[in-house]
Nanobody, 122 residues
Framework: QVQLVESGGGLVQAGGSLRLSCAAS????????MGWFRQAPGKEREFVAR????????TYADSVKGRFTISRDNAKNVVYLQMNSLKTEDTAVYYC???????????????WGQGTQVTVSS
């Protein structure tokens, strides 16, 4: 069992940057590949980025490629999402999640944080 807590959200102007953090307790994060997802009002939750346990593999949604970077510090038990060149359409609640599958080709996110709000103003 692992508990995830996101932080770092807030209000930022378009073009600005934010760094989200996802801190874990209960188990070490190096046991899991990790993902970030987001859900905008009235929309389905969507995938944003994911990172392998060792940090060598990443996948990004096309909408954030080149602007967002996912990283992890296993020593601190934290996963980050650096978000640059933010757009109004990035406004959403952002969630981190732990993939329990140990299969990069077939992830299964069983543990979720409570989310952190990101609002990008024009």
């Amino acid at each position: 069992q692992v508990q995830l807590v996101e932080s770092g959200g807030g209000l930022v102007q378009a073009g600005g940057s934010l760094r989200l953090s996802c801190a874990a307790s209960g188990r070490t994060l190096n046991s899991y590949a990790m993902g970030w997802f987001r859900q905008a009002p009235g929309k389905e939750r969507e995938f944003v980025a994911r990172l392998s346990r060792g940090g060598s593999r990443t996948t990004y949604a096309d909408s954030v490629k080149g602007r967002f970077t996912i990283s992890r510090d296993n020593a601190k038990n934290v996963v980050y999402l650096q978000m640059n060149s933010l757009k109004t359409e990035d406004t959403a609640v952002y969630y981190c999640a732990a993939d329990i599958s140990r299969d990069w080709t077939n992830p299964r996110y069983d543990y979720w944080g409570q989310g952190t709000q990101v609002t990008v103003s024009s």
